[in-house]
């Protein structure tokens, strides 16, 4: 028996429940030539919300993912793109100037790019391209060099009304509640409605305590009411969600039992160091409203990733790849799709 066909796959009803998944799949760019499969394959085990970067590649590859879904088992989850009230690295891309190639030339950079950002008699469309690099060792006349882009607050707007995503999430920290004010301000501009628009916070790293970073977050609450914005507390055991060493698990789970009797109003969602073992810490009391996962849930299924890649094909082609990858996904997200205890009540 399918056990997927009973999981709950309304975000706001899994909020409440405290079954809600996420995959957080836009943390780096390095990954991305499987980016579309990642997300086909979590869409498909259950997952509530797909978190990428804000990046036009990125989106494309997701929402193609969720089309392929949702025509498939008819569910779709919220696509949601992270933006940052700070200093914000965004992407690589790589740049030429096409008018110095040769006419001669047989375009090895236009063969080696998996996106196909580079095209007849053109340079790199930066819409296109991700940053994978292929392209770079291809050219013989070493033209094509990375070039990094940052995304300040004042592209928000723009951004987010060509993006259109179903949610948002704010990375932010202590201290910065005058530019989170004005991230807000700038998100609200795009006039896109939010289904929920996440703040994701943590303690690691800030020198602060449970009672401080809460205070925080109560501000954060504020400035979202005043907008009439519905909000979702991330909480970031670790600073990255691709952080999966030792002790991992247990530093969101800390987390949370510091927090969730002093946060502000909204579900308390774990993230950063997630992994197959931060269930075992609720088997039998209440907890989060969900999880997060991130560099475990790529890791699971990357030797298949890997594989159908080096085969140059997408693994929806590839049925025992597939099936494989689907049944180590449903291994890390049914325990909290189907998770009986609800979310602690304050
Ligand atoms: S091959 Fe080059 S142009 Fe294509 S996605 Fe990768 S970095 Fe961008
Ligand atoms: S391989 Fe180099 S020279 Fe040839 S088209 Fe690409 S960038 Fe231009």
């Known amino acids: 028996m399918d056990l997927n066909i009973h999981a709950c796959s309304d975000g706001e009803e899994a909020l409440a429940k405290g079954n809600w998944v996420k995959l957080i799949c836009g943390a780096s760019n390095q990954d991305l030539p499987a980016i579309s499969d990642l997300c086909a394959v979590y869409a498909t085990a259950g997952v509530h919300c797909i978190d990428v970067a804000p990046d036009a590649a990125v989106v494309c590859a997701a929402r193609e993912a969720l089309d392929w879904v949702e025509a498939a088992i008819g569910i779709r989850p919220w696509l949601m793109i992270s933006l940052s009230d700070g200093a914000d690295k965004h992407f690589r891309k790589a740049w030429f100037d096409p008018k110095r190639c040769p006419l001669t030339c047989p375009r090895p950079c236009q063969a080696k790019c998996p996106a196909k950002a580079i095209t007849n008699f053109a340079g790199v469309n930066t819409k296109r391209c991700y940053g994978c690099g292929r392209c770079l060792s291809a050219c013989p006349l070493g033209l094509i060099e990375e070039k990094e882009e940052h995304l300040c607050i004042k592209d928000f707007a723009p951004l987010i009304a060509e993006l259109r995503p179903d949610a948002i999430e704010i990375h932010t920290a202590p201290g910065r509640q005058k530019e ?65 060493g030792k002790g991992t698990a247990k530093a969101a789970v800390d987390l949370w039992a510091k927090l969730h009797p002093l946060a502000p109003p909204g579900p308390l969602q774990l993230a950063g160091g997630t992994n197959a073992k931060t269930i075992q810490y609720f088997l039998n009391q209440n907890g989060p409203a969900g999880i997060a996962f991130g560099g ?6 990357q030797p298949w990733l890997l594989k159908a890649d080096a085969n140059q094909i997408s693994l929806r082609e590839w049925p025992e790849g597939w099936q494989a990858a689907l049944a180590a996904a449903k291994q890390l997200v049914n325990p909290w799709l189907f998770r009986k205890s609800g979310p602690e009540v304050c």
């Open 180 to 244: 989170f004010r004005k991230a807000v301000a700038a998100i609200m501009e795009a006039n896109v409605s939010f289904k929920r628009v996440a703040v994701s916070c943590g303690l690691q790293g800030y020198g602060i305590n449970s009672e401080e970073l809460a205070q925080e977050l109560w501000e954060r609450h504020a400035c979202l009411r005043h907008h009439e914005q519905k909000p979702l507390w991330q909480l970031d055991g670790r600073r990255m969600s691709g952080d999966i």
């Open 296 to 301: 475990m849930a790529r890791q699971l299924i």
